[in-house]
Structures are given as C-alpha cells and as structure tokens.
C-alpha cells in the first residue's frame, strides 16, 4: 500500500472550525444568580461536574473528523497494471564453428564470439550492463538459434528471466555434421513464429558471422516471405572480415593454441534481407560495437503507443465520517442525557 494522500485537501480549512464548535457547544446563555458561589467553589467536585466537558470536546473532534472525510483520505493501489503494447522481437543467434573466433575482445582471446553476442542480448532484453539500455520488458522475445539448420529454443515469452537462461545454455556446435551458416531456414522459422504473434509491429534480428552456406531455405525467398509478412529484418554481421585467431589443439603435445583462418562473411545477403523487408543491416567488429548496434536497434524499435492511465485508489472517507457521525451522536445524546443542564 502506498503512502496515504488527500483528494480535495481544500476541505481541511473546515478543521478550524473545531475551536469555534467547542466554544460554542460550552457556552450556556442561561444563568442562575447565587448570592455567593463560596460554598460550591469549596465543595468537592463530582465526575459528572469534571466530565461535563466532554460533549463539547466531542463535538469539535467530530468536526476534524468530518473534515478530513471531506478532504478524501486514499492511498494508491500498488496492485494496479498498466497493460502497455509491445513488439514480438525474435532473436536469430548464430552458433556455428566459425563463433569460436577470438576477435570481438581487444586484447583478450579467451573470449569466443558467442560468449560475447550471448552477453550483449542479455543486457538488450533485460537492460543489465553498461551499454545496456532500459530493457525490453513489455516485449514478447523468442530464441532461435542456427548453424547447418535452425532450432526455435524459446517461443515468444515474456518470461525473460527463462528466456536469458536458454541464451546462456547456447553453445557452438561441436560435430562438422551440425556446422554451417543456414541463413535462410533461421529466418523463414522466425518469421513463422511471429506469423503466430498478434502484436502490431514484428522484428526480427539476426546475427551471424558468416555466409549461407547450408539449409533448405533461400535467404531472398526467406526474405520475401518475411516482407509479405510485414516483418522487419535487422541484420548484423559480426567480427572481423578476412583473417581471425581460432583456437586449435596441437595434436602432438594436446596444448591449445592461437591460430589465424579465413572468415567470409556475406553482406551482400544480409544487406539485401534488410532492404528487402524494411529493416537495417548493422557491421560489429568488436564487442563496443556489437553493444552499440544492439543500443541502436533497442532505440529505433521503442513502440509509441498513447497510454491511458487509470490509477486506482483505496478510499478511507467513510471511516473518518462514520467515527465523527459517531462523536457527533455520542454528544448529543449525553448532553440531552448524561450531561444534561438546568435550567
């Protein structure tokens, strides 16, 4: 519950009253003319005599009472939600041999460029790390991952915390008859995924290292198919371009060692998949940059939507004008009563 406000706080002016209300509830116009009061001064007084105030006193209290009702004592309902539109985001990752590259960290070849992409969604989705941005919590976010052929590992959610935990599960293929680039079947499954989504606006971001090489699915058919769909691509390819370090284990002494191979990434395919369906194609080279394209992606995909709030309040006025309705009747009727003067 949270702190406790006042709707018309204009209306506690009338807690001035109370004094006025006390005088006047005091104030008896009849007298009765004694010779000498000496004797009734001396004598001692009764509980009665030392009570007789207290109609009065009640009077006034019911009067702050009555006021406070007035002004609208409420607290907000921490409950309430606010249903917001989102986008139905797919994250297409590549995890074929070629991400076992050492480039994307300056200085660092412990780090393959998977474990680097792996981090940088995490903090798109759920706006964790310095680069990051706000999150992505009103979007509904789904995983699929790709290499000789694409796997969907997460529906649309917005379960992110389960959804953060499968792209941390994500590793490189380990067998040559998995590896590959299938380009075209990663996309045409996201795009059937989101065909699915009721949201408004559809994304798609595909990330990969290399060229299409595998798959049953041609990357321009997928793309057709995406534009017709009203989904959007953006297309981000990652790492160096020619040469980069790979780690090799030695044969002969078992040691792990650095060494460099040809890479070939196809932009020319990412570039027409973007144009083609309305989307962006993004060049990483390193992990500053890979956070940068997310950051960009994160800012251009913000869904304006007019939002109508309708904050709900807990009302407490009915508990502050029954207790002073209450005061108002406990006064009057031990005046008329209990309290009752002559003449």
Same mark, same amino acid.
């Given at each position: 519950?949270?702190?406790?406000?006042?709707?018309?706080?204009?209306?506690?002016?009338?807690?001035?009253?109370?004094?006025?209300?006390?005088?006047?509830?005091?104030?008896?116009?009849?007298?009765?003319?004694?010779?000498?009061?000496?004797?009734?001064?001396?004598?001692?007084?009764?509980?009665?005599?030392?009570?007789?105030?207290?109609?009065?006193?009640?009077?006034?209290?019911?009067?702050?009472?009555?006021?406070?009702?007035?002004?609208?004592?409420?607290?907000?309902?921490?409950?309430?939600?606010?249903?917001?539109?989102?986008?139905?985001?797919?994250?297409?990752?590549?995890?074929?041999?070629?991400?076992?590259?050492?480039?994307?960290?300056?200085?660092?070849?412990?780090?393959?460029?998977?474990?680097?992409?792996?981090?940088?969604?995490?903090?798109?989705?759920?706006?964790?790390?310095?680069?990051?941005?706000?999150?992505?919590?009103?979007?509904?976010?789904?995983?699929?991952?790709?290499?000789?052929?694409?796997?969907?590992?997460?529906?649309?959610?917005?379960?992110?915390?389960?959804?953060?935990?499968?792209?941390?599960?994500?590793?490189?293929?380990?067998?040559?008859?998995?590896?590959?680039?299938?380009?075209?079947?990663?996309?045409? #499954? +996201?795009?059937?995924? =989101?065909?699915?989504?009721? /949201?408004? *606006? &559809?994304?798609?971001?595909?990330? $990969?290292?290399?060229?299409?090489?595998?798959?049953?699915?041609?990357?321009?058919?997928?793309?057709?198919?995406?534009?017709?769909?009203?989904?959007?691509?953006?297309?981000?390819?990652?790492?160096?371009?020619?040469?980069?370090?790979?780690?090799?284990?030695?044969?002969?002494?078992?040691?792990?060692?650095?060494?460099?191979?040809?890479?070939?990434?196809?932009?020319?395919?990412?570039?027409?998949?973007?144009?083609?369906?309305?989307?962006?194609?993004?060049?990483?080279?390193?992990?500053?940059?890979?956070?940068?394209?997310?950051?960009?992606?994160?800012?251009?995909?913000?869904?304006?939507?007019?939002?109508?709030?309708?904050?709900?309040?807990?009302?407490?006025?009915?508990?502050?004008? #029954? +207790?002073?309705?209450? =005061?108002?009747?406990?006064? /009057?009727? *031990? &005046?008329?009563?209990?309290?009752? $003067?002559?003449?």
């Amino acid at each position: 519950m949270g702190e406790i406000e006042l709707r018309d706080p204009a209306f506690l002016l009338l807690a001035l009253l109370a004094p006025f209300v006390f005088w006047l509830a005091r104030h008896n116009p009849s007298r009765i003319r004694y010779s000498s009061v000496a004797i009734v001064e001396a004598a001692p007084r009764s509980l009665r005599a030392r009570l007789a105030g207290l109609p009065a006193l009640l009077m006034a209290l019911a009067v702050l009472l009555i006021s406070v009702a007035m002004a609208g004592p409420r607290t907000p309902d921490a409950e309430t939600k606010v249903s917001r539109e989102g986008i139905a985001i797919m994250m297409v990752l590549d995890r074929s041999g070629s991400m076992q590259a050492r480039d994307l960290v300056q200085d660092d070849y412990s780090v393959d460029r998977l474990s680097v992409v792996k981090d940088v969604v995490r903090g798109f989705v759920l706006g964790e790390g310095e680069s990051a941005g706000e999150g992505r919590p009103d979007d509904t976010i789904g995983l699929i991952a790709f290499a000789g052929y694409a796997d969907s590992l997460c529906p649309l959610t917005l379960d992110h915390g389960n959804l953060t935990t499968m792209v941390n599960d994500l590793e490189i293929v380990s067998t040559r008859e998995e590896d590959g680039t299938a380009i075209g079947d990663g996309l045409a #499954l +996201a795009v059937e995924r =989101l065909r699915r989504s009721d /949201a408004k *606006s &559809k994304v798609v971001i595909m990330l $990969t290292d290399g060229s299409h090489n595998a798959g049953v699915v041609d990357p321009k058919q997928a793309a057709e198919v995406a534009a017709a769909s009203d989904v959007k691509v953006y297309c981000i390819g990652a790492g160096t371009q020619g040469r980069a370090p790979f780690p090799v284990q030695d044969p002969f002494t078992g040691r792990t060692e650095l060494r460099l191979f040809e890479v070939d990434l196809d932009e020319d395919t990412l570039k027409m998949i973007a144009e083609t369906t309305g989307g962006r194609y993004f060049r990483a080279t390193d992990r500053e940059s890979l956070g940068e394209v997310y950051a960009e992606i994160d800012a251009l995909e913000r869904t304006k939507v007019t939002e109508f709030r309708y904050l709900q309040y807990n009302e407490h006025y009915r508990s502050f004008l #029954l +207790a002073g309705l209450l =005061l108002v009747g406990v006064a /009057a009727t *031990s &005046k008329a009563s209990l309290f009752r $003067t002559l003449p």
